[in-house]
């Protein structure tokens, strides 16, 4: 087994030693989501994270991972979220008449404003309305919306975040109120001030209030996962699963003296616990008296709850007040608190002691720390020390936008599904993550966008160009699976590889260092590709070939490939969509090829082209038995089985362009030929995700490239060749009008040409102006410029009417 280094939150400072408590298998908790809402690509760049890492210690390193990971389906963000819902349901199902509406949103209007931007409010006593809303915006926030912070100093952050958020709510309910269009688009600022008006109405014994949501966030969650080709997990828990237990741990950690119950809730007793030799807030120890923190992770339900002894203390099981779930405990009616939670989960699956646990940064205090104080505290035993609980802590960076984490909070964040749908392939934003490192925070730039889509297109080109070339050898289907030291050139590209696979380990030893990672895969595919284009050579393919099948390996690993599995010995990675059509009978995915060499052939046979190589290629090609064999194998790689058909196609096209030139045939012929030709290629197989390169004195050379792709090619050039004959016409247009302009003046007789002007008075024979319009003499210096413009007047007169004749 690989020597491992790792970050570990637990011992900040350089990466240290991985070491599983038992070899070759590894035991891991992570945090799972919050099911209150979709996710967004701060959830991304969290989980996907984790599952590279995840899948480098399975796949590359073969270690044995039992992966655990919990949803948590009971918090106050989802009491909040799942309540609110419903009063706004029950409140747009009122009578309300249009200034009924208009009232409440008003009064919603003003207590947001009151809540969150108090600055909105003045310093006079006139009351905050829709018509004064966007100058005191303008008045109290100005700094904040032009990029600066609300001191005035240093860069904007998270608070900055939430004040726009606000006064995009703000912004919606003023408009609703100018509109008069009732409750809709106010639904922000209306939300809460139900909220505080009837939450405690709510029936909670019935709990599907809140189970609704947090099944449909979940089904998303997941189906986001699956989207970004992330591994499920070994085993899934949730909350509300687990009460009972819940309840049993959270008497032990009493009965240990390290808990009490105060007017129905449990609180964890940070002095006793430290008392007794432990150490709270062991990966934020300077955060341990941070209370903005503290009071975030107790949850914003749980304020007015009261007992505790210290600030510092935080809530096992909390007291549930009306509107609440709620589950019988020895303490009363109440439920867990958030922490809690995962020490029981985690440890039910995984025991006292846990390889790895994972999560967010943001989650590191007081999440982490308290699941780790109160985990230890549960199996503390007197004389035998502090209890290890968790052996290596991975966090995972951030997601930023403007300076800001990316969050459902601050809603700042776009969602997976629409990432998805509108910017990013599942594989380009994981080739993003990979490119930083997992313990680092990362902005997403353009630059770092326009590496990725670099990066990408360098290996699918390379997979592409290689494939090709092995299909043109008819090299075996199975290909090679290593590469010992060939001659010639071939042996400098097998050390590189060697070199390659050396210096890639030594990246991902180095707490999977996957920026390293990435830049030795490219070098060496760069390497490749010049050895594979020299001129000076006849390249081994073989050679290619090893390089292209251990990079396969790595993609595959990194999961960069949606269909591929372990122990990924294919070539190449699968287009988009290539999962769905592995699936598909065999005939069916093939039928599209078949049509296309029909029409061809039937095309051709409609020529009458008496050349005997294309007549052979008629009578002799039998793609349909060449499928027919294959399919027997039982392959069901569509660019395998389509090939005959392909192969025929371009076959037969190659045949035309070589005989186009001939002698015997007619233009008319030549003509159908060429356009023929040029459709096969640009059209009817392009549309398929085929590309034929043309090569001298050789076969075309067949490509598989994702169709779209090449349509997007297609339609680019078009438009370029539009713009061309566009740019000549203009400039047809221009010399047309030029010379329009030159023989209008050419018409004109030398000795006409200063007649016109009313600058002159008098002139000679000749038409020379002699008098200015004053009555005096021409100037000498003039006369010379004028007898310069005469003299070339009369050049293109004489060149007018030999061109066009006296009459013209």
Not at 589 to 609: D, F, R
């Amino acid at each position: 087994m690989a020597s491992i280094s790792v970050h570990n939150s637990l011992k900040p400072g350089p990466a240290v030693a991985f070491v599983p408590k038992e070899q070759g298998k590894v035991s891991w908790y992570a945090c799972g989501p919050t099911t209150y809402d979709l996710s967004h690509l701060g959830h991304a760049r969290n989980y996907v994270s984790t599952d590279i890492i995840r899948r480098i210690l399975m796949h590359h390193f073969g270690f044995q991972v039992n992966f655990v990971m919990n949803y948590t389906d009971v918090d106050d963000k989802i009491i909040i979220k799942a309540r609110r819902n419903r009063l706004l349901e029950l409140e747009k199902e009122k009578p309300y008449s249009s200034g009924q509406a208009r009232d409440l949103v008003f009064k919603a209007f003003g207590a947001y404003a009151k809540s969150n931007l108090p600055l909105l409010l003045g310093d006079d006593s006139a009351e905050l309305t829709e018509s004064n809303y966007q100058q005191r915006k303008d008045a109290a926030y100005s700094r904040v919306l032009s990029g600066g912070t609300l001191s005035g100093e240093g860069k904007p952050s998270d608070a900055e975040a939430k004040v726009k958020m606000h006064l995009n709510n703000m912004d919606s309910a003023a408009r609703a109120l100018q509109n008069s269009t009732g409750l809709e688009g106010a639904e922000e600022v209306l939300l809460p001030y139900l909220d505080s008006l009837y939450k405690e109405t709510i029936d909670t014994s019935d709990q599907t209030i809140f189970t609704d949501l947090t099944q449909a966030m979940e089904k998303a969650f997941n189906d986001d996962m699956v989207a970004l080709n992330v591994l499920p997990p070994d085993a899934v828990t949730r909350v509300t699963e687990y009460v009972p237990q819940i309840v049993a741990f959270v008497e032990t950690i009493i009965q240990k003296g390290f808990a009490y119950e105060a007017d129905g809730s449990v609180y964890f007793d940070i002095a006793a616990f430290e008392k007794a030799g432990n150490t709270y807030a062991r990966l934020r120890p300077e955060s341990k008296n941070d209370k903005t923190l503290q009071e975030e992770g107790e949850g914003s339900l749980s304020k007015s709850l009261e007992g505790k002894k210290r600030s510092g203390d935080f809530a096992l099981w909390k007291k549930s007040k009306s509107g609440e779930p709620y589950w019988p405990s020895p303490w009363g009616l109440g439920r867990p608190g958030w922490h809690i939670e995962c020490s029981v989960m985690a440890s039910d699956k995984l025991g006292d002691q846990m390889d790895i646990h994972s999560g967010g940064i943001d989650l590191a205090f007081p999440h982490h720390d308290n699941e780790l104080a109160q985990s230890e505290a549960y199996f503390h035993k007197c004389d035998h020390g502090e209890h290890t609980w968790v052996n290596y802590f991975l966090h995972m960076g951030h997601l930023s936008i403007a300076g800001s984490k990316m969050s459902k909070s601050l809603k700042n964040f776009q969602t997976i599904q629409d990432a998805l749908a509108t910017t990013y392939t599942a594989r380009n934003m994981r080739i993003v993550f990979l490119m930083g490192r997992w313990n680092d925070g990362v902005e997403i730039s353009p630059d770092m966008r326009k590496q990725a889509d670099s990066w990408e297109a360098t290996l699918d080109n390379f997979f592409t160009n290689t494939k090709a070339k092995l299909s043109e050898a008819d090299a075996p289907t199975d290909g090679i699976k290593d590469l010992s030291l060939a001659e010639g050139g071939a042996k400098g590209l097998a050390g590189e590889l060697e070199q390659a696979k050396k210096d890639l380990n030594a990246a991902l030893s180095n707490s999977f260092h996957t920026p390293e990672a990435m830049q030795i895969l490219l070098r060496l595919v760069r390497d490749a590709n010049i050895y594979m284009n020299d001129k000076s050579i006849q390249p081994n393919l073989q050679a290619v070939e090893a390089v292209a099948r251990w990079a396969t390996k790595i993609v595959g690993v990194f999961g960069l490939d949606a269909s591929a599995q372990p122990p990924y010995n294919g070539l190449g990675w699968a287009s988009e969509g290539a999962a769905t059509s592995a699936n598909v009978d065999p005939k069916t995915a093939v039928k599209p090829y078949a049509t296309v060499y029909s029409a061809v052939k039937e095309e051709v046979q409609g020529l009458s082209i008496a050349e005997a190589a294309v007549q052979a290629l008629l009578d002799q090609q039998n793609p349909d038995a060449e499928f027919a064999e294959l399919e027997k194998t039982g392959d069901r790689d569509v660019e395998k089985l389509s090939l005959p058909y392909i192969r025929a196609t371009s076959r037969l096209r190659d045949e035309l362009r070589g005989i186009v030139s001939s002698a015997t045939l007619e233009p008319k012929t030549k003509q159908a030929i060429l356009a023929l030709s040029d459709r096969i290629r640009d059209y009817d197989l392009t549309d398929l995700g085929v590309q034929l390169d043309d090569q001298t004195d050789k076969p075309s050379l067949i490509k598989f490239v994702p169709a779209a792709r090449l349509r997007a090619a297609r339609e680019e050039k078009a438009a370029l060749l539009a713009e061309k004959a566009k740019q000549k016409e203009e400039a047809r247009k221009a010399r047309a009008k030029a010379d329009e302009e030159k023989w209008a003046k050419a018409k004109i007789p030398p000795q006409e040409i200063f007649k016109s002007d009313a600058k002159y008075q008098d002139w000679d024979a000749e038409g020379l102006p002699t008098k200015l319009a004053d009555g005096s003499e021409v100037p000498k210096s003039q006369v010379k410029k004028l007898k310069k413009d005469w003299d070339r007047q009369k050049k293109l007169h004489e060149e007018y009417l030999s061109k066009f004749g006296a009459t013209s």
